[in-house]
C-alpha cells in the first residue's frame, strides 16, 4: 500500500515549488490506489508563522490536490501536527542515546560561536563531527554520569547524532540513482531541542515511520539531508520499512540562473504563490494566482509539466489525465526553468474550455459591479462570442464592454484615419439600410456590402471599420454583421445617429 505525504512548514505561503512537490505526491498516490497525507512540520516555533497553515489547505483544496488524511480531516494515523505529537519524539532520542547512535551536548551557543571563529581565523571551517566532538561539552567528553548530574542539574542541553567515523552512506533516489557521501563531510545534527521539541530531521523521520510512509517525494533543497536520513533508520533498526526517496528539481528562475524566488515574481509581474497572502508581521501582500484569475486547472497543468513530460508532446492534460500518465521516470533531474508565455498559454486554452454559461458567469460579476443589467440569455451569448480573445476574467470588461454601454468617445487616431468627411453620408445611408431590410444577417450583408458600399465603389474597410468606430468607439471587436445582430437594431441606429452628430471632421 502506497503512502505518501506532503509536509509542509508552516512559516510562510506556500511556494509554488512546494505546490508542484505536492501535486506529484498526489498523482503519485492516486496512480497507485494509495494513501496522500498532510502532515505539518511546525517544530521549529521561532518560524512559526500564523496563517500559514490554514493558507496552505486553503490552496491545495483551490488546485484539486485532496487529501485522505491530514490535519484538517484526522485519520488513523494522527494527530498530524508535529507539535501536537511533542510528547512522543524524546523516547526516541533517547534510544538512540542508549544505542551510542547519539549524545547529550551542553555547548552554549557562545561557546560554539567561539570555537568557529577560531577555525575561522584559520582559514577553517568548523563542524561539530568526529574530529571535534571530543573538544567539545556532551555526554562524550564528560562522561554519562555527569551529563546525567547536569541534565539533573536543569542545564539545556540538545541531543546530536553521532556518526560513524569514515563511511560511505548510500540514498537510492528514485530520480537521480545512488548518491553517495562519506560521513566525514557531515555533521552531528542536532535531532532533539533545548526547548524539548525535536528538529527537523527526528520528527521527519519518526513520523515517515509510525505513519507507514512508503516513499519521500520532495525538493531537492532535502537532498543533502538525506544521508542523515537513511543513518537515522538504520540506527532505530528500521531499514527494512526505510521509505523510497526522490528529490525533485528546483524551480528556477525565467532566465535559469537560481531558484525561482518571490522577488522574481515581483520583478518579472507574475505570482509565485497560489493564493494572496497577507503577511500579518509586515502587512504586505504577495499575489497569488487565484486572485490574478488563473484557473485551478492551468495552474496544475503547467506545474505538472515542470520538472516532468508524459514522453510525448501532449500538454493538456486534466488531473485524471495526469494521474494516468505520471511516472517518477519521466522526472527530469535538472531544474525547470519558469516560463511566464507558457503559464498564460495554458490559461488561455483552459478559458477556453469553460462552457459559455460559466464565462456569463465571470462577465455577470463585472456587470453587477458596474451597476449594469442584461438578460442572463444576451450576457451568455457575448461570453460565448468572445471567449477566444479572452485568457483572464480581468480581461472580460475590457474586451467586451461595448456590448453593453454606448461608446462616450471616439479613438482620435481610428477617426482620423477612417473617418473622412463623406461618413457622415455613409453612415446616414447604414441607418436608412437597417431600417428597411430584414434584420439578419445575408440581408444586412447583401445591402450594405453589395448593393451599397460595392455598387458606389467605396472602401470596404473604410466604410466598415468607420461603423466599428461609430458602434464600439475604436476599431477591435468580432464581424461587424454580429456585433450589430447581437446589439440589436435599435441600439446600432442610436449608437450610428449619436456618432454622426458628434464626430467632427476637418474638411
Ligand atoms: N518540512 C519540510 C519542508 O518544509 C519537509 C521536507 C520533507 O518532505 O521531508 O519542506
Known sequence: MVRVRFAPSPTGPLHIGGVRTALYNYLFARQNGGKMILRIE?????????GAEQYIIEALDWLGIQFDEGV???????????????AMYRQYAEQLIRDGWAYYAFDKPEALETKRKEYEAQKKTFQYDCNTRLQMENSLSLGMEEAQRRIDAGEPYVVRFQFP???????????????TMNSRLLDDKVLFKSDGMPTYHL?????????????????EEWLPSAPLHVMLYKAFGWEDTMPRFAHLPLLLKPEGNGKLSKRDGDRLGFPVFPLEWHDPKSGEISSGYRERGYLPQAVVNMLALMGWNPGTEQEIMSMDEL?????????????????????????????????DKEVAAYLQKELDARGITASH???????????????????????????????TEYNEKDVAKRWTPDMHIHMAKVIEILNTVPFEHDAIHKA???????????????????LRIAVVGRTVGPDMITLILTIGKEETIRRVERAIEKIRVNS
Open 42 to 50: 511546525d517544530t521549529d516555533q521561532n518560524r512559526f508563522v500564523p
Open 72 to 86: 484538517h480531516i484526522g485519520g488513523p494515523y494522527g494527530p498530524y501536527r508535529q507539535s501536537d505529537r511533542k
Open 165 to 179: 567515523d569514515n563511511i560511505d552512506i548510500t540514498v537510492h533516489d528514485m530520480i537521480r540513482g545512488d548518491v
Open 203 to 219: 520528527a521527519n523521520i519518526v513520523d515517515d515511520h509510525t505513519m507507514d510512509i512508503t516513499h519521500v517525494i520532495r525538493g
Open 323 to 355: 494521474i494516468k500518465l505520471f511516472n517518477v521516470e519521466h522526472i527530469s533531474k535538472n531544474g525547470a526553468k519558469f516560463n511566464l508565455d507558457k503559464a498564460k498559454w495554458f490559461q488561455h486554452e483552459y478559458f477556453q474550455m469553460l462552457s
Open 377 to 407: 440569455d444576451y450576457v451568455v451569448k457575448v461570453a460565448g462570442m468572445m471567449k477566444e480573445r479572452i485568457t483572464f476574467p480581468s480581461d472580460l470588461w475590457e474586451t467586451c464592454c461595448y456590448f453593453f454601454e454606448a461608446p
Open 448 to 466: 450594405l456590402l453589395d448593393d451599397y458600399i460595392a455598387a458606389n465603389g467605396l472602401n470596404t474597410g473604410k466604410v466598415m471599420n468607420s
